[in-house]
């Protein structure tokens, strides 16, 4: 399989560029799309990430663009520090899609599967499966 052939859609909504274990999973992910969602403007070090083939970066404004990356978006990944964003786990259980944490990111006991986080080939493995 081609290194840059995207596979599968992950995303990330945040609101800090604190995102654990995020440089593992775009090295040991590639053929993962990785969207990177925020309501606010994107820091210097995530926004160094989007040269990456395999990254995407999007200003969320309004609660149809979010929507759209619910729908478009294969799992959901809760690896965000702080606070969950605008009930995303909730949104993603709703459309009965996968959701993967670390145990240090977790939001609330919504149905997510955790892992720890000085783990992360376990991620890997599992999202590589799902």
Known sequence: MNKNQIVGDALILTVSDQIEQLEYLLENLPNVCFHIAATVQFSEKIRALESSHNVRL????????????????????DINHFQEVNSIVAKFVEAG?????????????????????SRPNELVQKFVRA
Request: proline letters at 2%; a negative charge; glycine letters at 4%.
């Open 58 to 77: 999007i200003t969320i404004s309004n609660d149809l663009q979010l929507d759209f990356l619910v729908n478009l978006c294969d799992f959901l990944l």
């Open 97 to 117: 899609k996968p959701i993967f944490a670390f145990e240090n990111t977790v939001h609330g006991n919504q149905g997510q599967e955790i892992f720890l986080s």
